[in-house]
């Protein structure tokens, strides 16, 4: 392979996914691109992501078209070197050679110091990325036979997430920066895009944010906080540069497919057969995940018809005094929920299985509660973090952000995938129950369902109720029905009786 061409692969996202799907490429044979700029567009199983190119230089081959499946740690695109004669549209195609390792990224005129690479392993660690290449400039373990691959020795190039990319631009030379300190006037030590993708999608400017990894590295925590802190967050407001205009994704909404054999006879029910629509992106994750669910843990369910008029009368009378700031009932029940697993603490764990066969229940200092949106990419599980720590109102301005964001596939990984207990709204739907599967690796969920008039015994006469039924799937494993009931029970309480509960919690 030419020293001029540098083979970029797909990268694993630090999600720990193995493959993703093109939806669309923002680049093309011929082109010219920067370091950071945003080359595809791929769904994985958790979120919409934009793959940022490490590399600058002419785009010499595309290595996968719009609606492919491809395999992380495989070449995604191919880019000749700045200058050299390999980057014409007539480039011969290239292959990276198995096990190897690839090329350095476009130097900026520094080598990578200990602190660099200490950084890059901070940021190894904080990302979990199991396999195949990390987005900007370092292998992870792994692929080289007999050892561990070291962090090649070449420049890292960092360019801020506000640099526009619409037309080729200078590289940046970063000085090396002193563990711990920021410079003034120079671009923000960030490695992940995803990092840097969440600061741009909150508003945040990175420059505002001190690093905690290795020489001031902005972590995904960083970034968390700034946006958590409402303090932070204020003076780290940026404006957004005007959006270029968007190219529709190739499969954003992907029609059901005609597949070749569309119009045969099935050979079973003897019905012509009318399309055949793959399997893939968030609908797979969704199969996979409810298939190891049922298939792993001995799930049991429990139920209960509740008396939500109380809540609702507390509701409107909140209402009156504040129309526009009075949470949703669904926050107002996530709050009871937080207090619950508090008393009941075994349901907010996991059980795990060790490859030598060992079982253990982990429990967690802490709550994240998900909840279940459907958007047009599927049911996702978006979860409010630490919500044991929020109050009613404030779970609801996250619940409605995080739909929002998941509706429109800008959701992060992480965001998607770290609940510890999952809250499942189906009333919307229009049903009073469900025999809900659990969301993997959780071990239970509470379902609500919708609210309605019924014949309901108060104070021994009978009255027409607001009732709604609380429905909760619980693994065996980690507790009897005592505490399953137990949870139950306290939730139900708290919605017939929200005044004495609040006053508790």
């Known amino acids: 392979m030419s020293s001029d061409m540098q083979v970029f692969k797909l990268p694993d996202l630090g999600e720990g996914l193995t493959e993703a799907e093109l939806v669309n490429w923002l680049v093309a044979v011929g082109d010219e691109i920067v370091v950071d700029q945003p080359i595809a567009e791929v769904e994985t199983a958790k979120s919409m992501v934009e793959v940022p190119s490490p590399y600058a230089g002419t785009v010499a081959e595309l290595h996968g078209e719009a609606g492919q499946t491809l395999d992380v740690g495989k070449p995604l695109i191919s880019i000749a070197r700045a200058g050299s004669s390999t980057g014409s549209p007539a480039a011969a195609p290239v292959t990276a050679p198995a096990g190897s390792v690839d090329p350095s990224p476009v130097s900026s005129g520094l080598d990578v110091s200990s602190d660099v690479e200490a950084a890059a392993e901070t940021y190894r660690t904080e990302e979990k990325a199991g396999s195949g290449n990390v987005l900007i400039g370092y292998g992870t373990p792994g692929g080289v036979t007999g050892g561990r691959t070291r962090p090649r020795k070449a420049s890292v ?170 949470p949703g009932l669904l926050a107002f029940i996530a709050r009871f929920v937080t207090a619950g697993l508090k008393k009941y603490p075994a349901l907010n764990t996991r059980f795990e299985t060790a490859s030598d066969g060992s079982q253990e229940i982990v429990g967690f200092d802490g709550i994240n509660l998900g909840f279940a949106a459907q958007t047009d990419r599927g049911l996702v ?59 993997y690796p959780e071990v239970a969920m509470l379902g609500v369902g919708r609210i309605i008039d019924k014949p309901w015994v108060v104070n021994g006469e009978l009255a027409v109720r607001k009732v709604t039924e609380l429905t909760l799937a619980f693994d065996h494993r980690v507790c009897d029905g005592e505490t399953a009931a137990g949870f139950l029970r306290y939730v139900a309480d708290a919605i017939e009786n929200p005044g004495g509960a609040l006053a508790d919690i």
């Open 157 to 326: 190039s960092v360019v801020d997430s506000a640099v526009s990319v619409a037309a080729p631009v200078a590289e940046p030379v970063m000085e090396p920066a002193v563990a711990g300190t920021r410079i003034p006037g120079k671009l923000s030590a960030v490695i992940s895009p995803l990092v840097r993708k969440m600061a741009r999608d909150h508003g945040v400017s990175l420059e505002a944010i001190e690093g905690s990894g290795s020489s001031g590295l902005i972590m995904r925590r960083d970034v968390e906080a700034a946006i958590s802190e409402p303090s932070v967050a204020a003076s780290s407001r940026v404006s957004a540069p005007a959006a270029a205009p968007a190219t529709a994704p190739a499969t954003a909404a992907a029609p059901v497919a005609a597949s070749a054999d569309a119009g045969a006879v099935d050979s079973r029910t003897g019905l012509s057969v009318s399309a055949r629509t793959p399997v893939r992106g968030v609908r797979k994750a969704v199969a996979a995940n409810m298939t190891r669910s049922r298939s792993e843990i001995p799930e049991a369910t429990v139920w209960v018809d509740v008396d939500a008029t109380a809540l609702l009368e507390m509701r409107a009378e909140l209402k009156k005094r504040a129309p526009h700031d009075t």
């Open 381 to 439: 599980v978006p979860s409010v973090r630490n919500a044991h720590e929020l109050s009613a109102r404030e779970l609801d301005a996250e619940i409605r952000r995080l739909t929002a964001v998941a509706r429109d596939g800008k959701a992060t990984p992480t965001e998607l995938g770290s609940g510890t207990f999952t809250l499942n709204n189906y009333g919307v739907f229009g049903v009073d129950g469900s025999a809900a599967i659990i969301n």
